[in-house]
């Protein structure tokens, strides 16, 4: 994919992140010097004294995204991009990132890169999340990272059962089961003792969180098959279902959390050669 092919370049800011619009300002002074038309929201429009264009759905209007914030930030960006089948590329405003590659040193490089059409995209897994109560869907939402089914705050510990296509897989007592994608491997399940992944293969991660029996351990299966996770025996606790750490639904005792990977990819866009051990050796050591 070359730049060749990029009209509109649109920039998302993180809350809490690069409040002085210093580094999102010199991006977009870049990309308007390149002859980019650069798209961003009215609150950032206001911060900026550069002649960028106002737009209340960046994501739709834009043929490429930037953001600029911490992995948090990304997912935000990645989720809101992933309907309009936009690449996203992100600016590292928090610790070390997984997903927001380019450091602020490096945006002149990253804008030269992307004049020039020297980036590639990744197609990555999504998770579609659906919640059934009575048999009807009350639920739908997409997760980049992972989808959690956990226990609310001070509720007691869960017992949930787990199917898969239908067939049953265990029931696991603890505090929970994360469902994650291979982006979401270097987040909460590798906290949860789940395997590292390498981020473009195709498959699911199933990781009981702190379970009670010692040998329940993470699962992997193939990205073709269905998950469902329901409340096993637990009429008196809270759980709740929480995607990417961003989105929560409360779990009730009869609901069914069926989770699938989606047929369309999220698409992460890279101007570096990034070797994902490299990364993820300066997290651990960092952490």
């Given at each position: 994919?070359?730049?060749?092919?990029?009209?509109?370049?649109?920039?998302?800011?993180?809350?809490?992140?690069?409040?002085?619009?210093?580094?999102?300002?010199?991006?977009?002074?870049?990309?308007?010097?390149?002859?980019?038309?650069?798209?961003?929201?009215?609150?950032?429009?206001?911060?900026?004294?550069?002649?960028?264009?106002?737009?209340?759905?960046?994501?739709?209007?834009?043929?490429?995204?930037?953001?600029?914030?911490?992995?948090?930030?990304?997912?935000?960006?990645?989720?809101?991009?992933?309907?309009?089948?936009?690449?996203?590329?992100?600016?590292?405003?928090g610790t070390v990132g997984f997903l927001a590659e380019?450091?602020?040193?490096?945006?002149?490089?990253?804008?030269?890169?992307?004049?020039?059409?020297?980036?590639?995209?990744?197609?990555?897994?999504?998770?579609?999340?659906?919640?059934?109560?009575?048999?009807?869907?009350?639920?739908?939402?997409?997760?980049?990272?992972?989808?959690?089914?956990?226990?609310?705050?001070?509720?007691?510990?869960?017992?949930?059962?787990?199917?898969?296509?239908?067939?049953?897989?265990?029931?696991?007592?603890?505090?929970?089961?994360?469902?994650?994608?291979?982006?979401?491997?270097?987040?909460?399940?590798?906290?949860?003792?789940?395997?590292?992944?390498?981020?473009?293969?195709?498959?699911?991660?199933?990781?009981?969180?702190?379970?009670?029996?010692?040998?329940?351990?993470?699962?992997?299966?193939?990205?073709?098959?269905?998950?469902?996770?329901?409340?096993?025996?637990?009429?008196?606790?809270?759980?709740?279902?929480?995607?990417?750490?961003?989105?929560?639904?409360?779990?009730?005792?009869?609901?069914?959390?069926?989770?699938?990977?989606?047929?369309?990819?999220?698409?992460?866009?890279?101007?570096?050669?990034?070797?994902?051990?490299?990364?993820?050796?300066?997290?651990?050591?960092?952490?």
């Amino acid at each position: 994919m070359g730049g060749v092919y990029l009209k509109k370049i649109g920039v998302v800011v993180g809350k809490n992140k690069d409040t002085d619009y210093k580094y999102t300002g010199l991006i977009v002074e870049r990309l308007l010097e390149k002859g980019f038309e650069v798209l961003v929201t009215p609150k950032v429009k206001a911060g900026l004294n550069l002649d960028a264009t106002e737009s209340d759905s960046v994501y739709q209007d834009s043929d490429f995204i930037i953001c600029v914030g911490g992995d948090g930030t990304f997912l935000k960006a990645a989720r809101g991009a992933f309907p309009h089948k936009k690449p996203v590329l992100g600016v590292n405003k928090g610790t070390v990132g997984f997903l927001a590659e380019v450091e602020t040193s490096e945006i002149e490089m990253a804008v030269e890169r992307i004049v020039a059409g020297q980036y590639h995209i990744q197609p990555r897994v999504v998770l579609n999340v659906e919640v059934f109560r009575n048999g009807k869907c009350v639920y739908t939402n997409i997760a980049i990272n992972d989808a959690v089914v956990s226990r609310s705050a001070l509720s007691r510990i869960l017992r949930l059962k787990v199917l898969m296509d239908d067939k049953y897989v265990d029931s696991f007592a603890g505090d929970g089961v994360i469902i994650s994608t291979p982006t979401g491997s270097t987040g909460y399940s590798l906290s949860a003792g789940g395997p590292i992944v390498s981020p473009d293969m195709r498959l699911l991660l199933v990781s009981p969180i702190c379970p009670h029996i010692l040998y329940s351990r993470s699962f992997i299966i193939d990205e073709t098959k269905i998950i469902t996770v329901s409340l096993d025996n637990n009429i008196d606790v809270d759980a709740i279902l929480t995607l990417d750490g961003q989105e929560g639904f409360p779990i009730e005792p009869d609901d069914i959390v069926s989770i699938s990977s989606c047929p369309d990819s999220v698409y992460f866009a890279s101007v570096k050669q990034v070797n994902f051990y490299d990364v993820l050796r300066a997290k651990i050591h960092n952490t």
